[in-house]
């Protein structure tokens, strides 16, 4: 089984609708993280998490918010989706190294979000 | 706004030919990873190389830094077609007190004809 999953894997919603996008990792990370991926302009980071009672924003936060239920499970939620949302989501998770540094990062397999 | 910036945005080789990509970035860095990504799937790390390390080889990859220029290259050698893929690099970067995370730059998509 993958060590991180993502659900759902492919979704189409409309303008307006609220949608949440759920990460799971089994590789015993603390820290867990949520990106965008859209063409030609790489991955942005949305919001990271270094435990369960901590939250922080990325470089591209507004329109999201997100929920650390446990320390397996980071939620991404789009309160109301708009267009310029669609995109490829990825949730990802590393260890916290001993030195303070970023380790090695771990990635899902992604969420395509098209918002009509 | 972005770290690291990787240059070529595209390259197209021939199997058994050797891909160099580069990497730029603007503040100093406790490390500097390269990542993989095939067609809209997930990133998969390839290699991370520390600020006080040169040098880096694993496989047919070698990647090296150069912190004075802030810069990196990644080399595959004797590329094959299933090495067709996005390159990134990542930085980590300090965003206060003990937290660190990684920025990606735009990737190198790098196409290995067979």
């Known amino acids: 089984d993958a060590d991180v999953t993502q659900t759902p894997r492919n979704r189409i919603t409309k303008t307006g609708k609220r949608i949440m996008l759920e990460c799971s990792q089994t590789?015993?990370?603390?820290?867990m993280y949520w990106y965008r991926q859209d063409p030609g302009l790489g991955l942005r980071l949305i919001y990271y998490?270094?435990?369960?009672?901590?939250?922080n924003k990325g470089e591209i936060s507004d329109g999201y918010s997100v929920s650390r239920q446990a320390q397996a499970k980071f939620s991404l939620s789009l309160e109301s989706a708009i267009p310029n949302q669609t995109a490829l989501y990825f949730c990802?998770?590393?260890?916290?190294?001993?030195?303070?540094?970023?380790?090695?990062?771990?990635f899902g397999p992604g969420t395509r979000l098209t918002v009509l | 706004s972005q770290q690291g910036e990787e240059d070529p945005q595209a390259l197209s080789i021939q199997e058994g030919e050797n891909a160099t990509m580069n990497c730029s970035y603007k503040t100093s860095i406790n490390n500097l990873q390269w990542y993989r990504q095939n067609s809209g799937r997930g990133l998969v790390h390839l290699i991370l190389i520390r600020s006080n390390e040169r040098e880096k080889h694993s496989g047919r990859l070698r990647v090296t830094l150069d912190t004075s220029k802030k810069s990196s290259s990644l080399l595959i050698t004797a590329s094959r077609a299933a090495d067709t893929a996005s390159y990134f690099c990542a930085t980590d970067s300090n965003s206060g007190g003990s937290n660190y995370k990684l920025t990606f730059g735009k990737g190198t998509l790098l196409t290995v004809n067979p």
């Open positions: 590789k015993g990370h603390d820290r």
């Open positions: 990802a998770t590393s260890a916290e190294r001993v030195s303070g540094s970023t380790d090695t990062q771990y």
């Open positions: 998490s270094f435990d369960v009672k901590d939250i």
